[in-house]
């Protein structure tokens, strides 16, 4: 079974009994047409041991948790909840944005002239080396007795 996130936006609203849940983005959006998904967020929470054991059981579905919230715990030992949620976009449908004002385009550069010639390639750079001629006897320098 796939896990199935909590569509709110703040953290605090993710947590709440009872608010819709979706596995997908599209399928979040489907649920909520009227907001725009900002992203899939996950948040960290200080909680007591009974705190938590109080939410991972409250978050429980029909068929088991959803998988939204994991118990961690931190360097001292004490719990830690991880929550993953679809963020809302707070800021959608309050208050639209200022619209841009146009600006003129800058002018085309024309492109940069090239400057290199045949010498260039003719210059050693780009032709392939010559292997090194090695002598067949040059082990003979060393004499074996």
Known sequence: MSHAFPIATRVEDALKPGVKVARTRAEAEALLPEHKIDSLATDWID?????????????????????????????????????????????????PLPKASKKKPAAEQPPVEDHTDDLYFRS???KPRRKRYIDPRQMDLFKTS
């Open 47 to 95: 909680v007591t041991e009974e705190e938590a054991e109080a939410y991972l059981s409250s978050h429980a579905g029909e068929n088991g948790p959803h998988g939204h919230l994991q118990k961690y715990e931190d360097n001292e030992g004490n719990p830690v909840l991880a929550v993953t949620w679809w963020k809302l976009d707070d800021q959608a449908g309050i208050m």
């Open 124 to 126: 050693g750079r780009t």
